[in-house]
């Protein structure tokens, strides 16, 4: 029989590894700073030696059977769309966001859902049973089957996982192990509450839905490897004073990591938008210079979206670049193209561009929009409201071709779009749709700026 030996804990630099029994401010071995992070030690039992017949095989990859995944509706079809279809059993869904955003609404009403057919537990380590069921009151929900319990410590909550199918955490911040001494929401107690829904999730088939909490700088706290346990990481953004979200998958083992979801929290609760016209395109667009509208592919789905630039005479030594949803060094690389092959003179202004909606746009394809913009709030004349602009810009200030180039011109046809300046490169797979929109190739960036502005 093995000999049962306390557990214990220890102090591992996360930077080289070296260990101490207690908590230092600098690490003695590499010299960094609050890099010392509690981890449990657990000592080898005095077990037999394990067999060679034990050891797992390797088989062919071609003999491996391919695994279906189950998956449930979550009863909001935005949410749906971002997981690659629906919720996939026995797995863990991070989703982080500011305090305030709505992760715990929206979690609250997925639970009251998925109780009408399962048992479904809300662990809530941060609320007391009356709040949420406060909010549950006011979001007019009727949970069935839905179990709560205010607790703080992760390792009583296998006590009530009998026949539960689903279960939310809120927040993994908020709890803690005992097998650790410190607080919860540090380094090591995050990592160890994570690797225990993980174990319970993998062995029971239990799928968590984990709120997590952000830093000021937007990124999830807590270690990395939080991340990279995870199934799905998910970020709930938007601003507090807008009634608009956007929810974002970074990681997804069962979907694409591009699909962004659309809601609207209104007094009843979190609702999905399926007409994102109001969202990413203002009413006024085409009546100003400086906007310019374009087809983005974020997933599986093409949403059009404005791009809103303002140009102004900087007060200071040193122009400002200010982009919202743009890549900054993206922003810069296309103003050097517009000044050195289309020769406009933005090195002594101010540069604002926005992303309506608070969408980020990350694909090359919105390269010649932003141009357009730019040139448009350059020469003060406004683009057609019913104009649409896409593809990459290279150094050269030619056009490149784009992906998704027949899926985009058909969003704009079928948003009403009258024009659409496309790469010439891509002009044989759009052909057909000739006669349902004016299709303008583009060769280089002053041949968009010759079309629309002279």
């Not at 804990?9 to 590499?30: D, I, K, M, N």
């Not at 007019?140 to 009583?156: F, M, Q, S």
């Not at 609760?269 to 085409?286: A, K, N, Q």
Request: neutral net charge; aromatic residues 8%.
């Amino acid at each position: 029989m093995a000999k049962q030996t306390k557990t214990t804990t220890e102090f591992v630099c996360s930077e080289c590894g070296a260990s101490s029994a207690r908590w230092l401010g600098r690490c003695p071995s590499c010299g960094k700073f609050n890099t010392m992070v509690e981890e449990i030690v657990k000592p080898a039992l005095d077990l037999p030696t394990r067999s060679v017949t034990s050891v797992t095989k390797a088989q062919k990859l071609a003999d491996v059977t391919f695994e279906k995944y189950q998956r449930t509706s979550s009863g909001i079809s935005e949410f749906d769309t971002v997981l690659g279809g629906g919720i996939v059993t026995g797995s863990l869904v991070l989703i982080g966001g500011d305090p305030g955003i709505g992760k715990s609404t929206l979690l609250t009403q997925i639970a009251s859902y998925l109780s009408k057919e399962n048992k479904v537990l809300y662990f809530s380590a941060e609320e007391s049973c009356s709040q949420v069921k406060l909010r549950a009151d006011r979001l007019k929900l009727n949970p069935d089957n839905l179990y709560i319990v205010n607790e703080t410590c992760i390792d009583n909550l296998e006590n009530n996982l009998d026949d539960v199918k689903y279960c939310v955490i809120d927040s993994i911040q908020a709890v803690y192990t005992e097998e650790l001494s410190s607080s919860s929401g540090s380094v090591g107690q995050v990592r160890e509450c994570a690797a225990k829904l993980m174990r319970i999730a993998k062995s029971r088939g239990i799928t968590f839905f984990i709120v997590g909490h952000v830093t000021k700088e937007g990124a999830l706290a807590g270690p990395k490897v939080l991340e990279h346990i995870m199934d799905t990481v998910l970020y709930f953004e938007g601003e507090n004073q807008e009634n608009f979200r956007i929810l974002r998958a970074v990681k997804n083992r069962f979907g694409n990591v591009q699909e962004v979801g659309v809601f609207e929290m209104t007094g009843e609760g979190i609702i999905p938008v399926t007409d994102y016209s109001g969202v990413f395109l203002s009413e006024s667009r085409g009546e100003e210079p400086g906007s310019a509208v374009t087809p983005a592919q974020t997933g599986a789905r093409c949403m059009n979206v404005e791009i809103q630039t303002l140009i102004s005479k900087t007060p200071f030594g040193m122009p400002r670049r200010m982009p919202l949803g743009i890549d900054y060094n993206k922003l810069v690389l296309l103003i050097a193209v517009l000044e050195k092959r289309c020769g406009l003179n933005l090195g002594s202004s101010d540069v604002y561009v926005n992303a309506m909606g608070g969408i980020k746009l990350n694909e090359p394809s919105c390269d010649l929009a932003v141009c357009a913009a730019l040139a448009s709030a350059y020469f003060g004349k406004p683009i057609d409201k019913y104009t649409a602009v896409f593809g990459e810009v290279g150094l050269t200030g030619e056009v490149r071709a784009v992906s998704y180039c027949e899926k985009r011109v058909s969003e704009c046809v079928k948003m009403g779009f009258k024009k659409v300046l496309v790469p010439a490169k891509n002009m044989k797979s759009i052909a057909k749709f000739a006669d349902k929109i004016a299709i303008v190739p583009i060769l280089y960036v002053n041949t968009m700026i010759k079309n629309l502005f002279k």
